[in-house]
């Protein structure tokens, strides 16, 4: 799938960028991926990665995430309206996409959605 190849390049290209840095013993203030800018505050002193099989925090976030991506898929257009579409519009799930990154969703599709 496409978007998931851009966010793990995406993805990829921080870590990278962390681990560089943190040889040179430097703190990323900001980060450009392609058309996408973090600036990350100032008091950032490192990213470090870990693996959700083996942090409770971790799962939950991944759950969130996919959650939220799944739901703005569809009030773009990515992907059609279906039901576990719906659940997660009534679950209050759309209220975590504070910004997104793509196609604007549709507010035709969102009011598909419930």
Do not use: C
Not at 33 to 61: C, H, K, W, Y
Not at 67 to 86: I, K, T
Not at 87 to 113: C, F, M, W, Y
């Amino acid at each position: 799938m496409t978007i998931r190849t851009r966010w793990t390049e995406f993805f990829a290209a921080i870590r990278r960028r962390a681990e560089e840095l943190e040889e040179a013993g430097q703190a990323m203030e900001s980060l450009v991926v392609g058309e996408i800018q973090l600036d990350f505050p100032s008091q950032l002193q490192s990213i470090t990665f870990g693996q959700s099989d083996r942090d409770e925090r971790l799962q939950l976030a991944d759950i969130l995430a996919g959650s939220a991506a799944y739901l703005y898929a569809a009030a773009s257009g990515a992907r059609p309206v279906d039901d576990f579409a719906r659940a997660l519009k009534r679950s209050g799930v759309g209220d975590l996409i504070t910004h997104e990154v793509g196609p604007k969703p549709n507010p035709a599709i969102i009011r598909q959605l419930g």
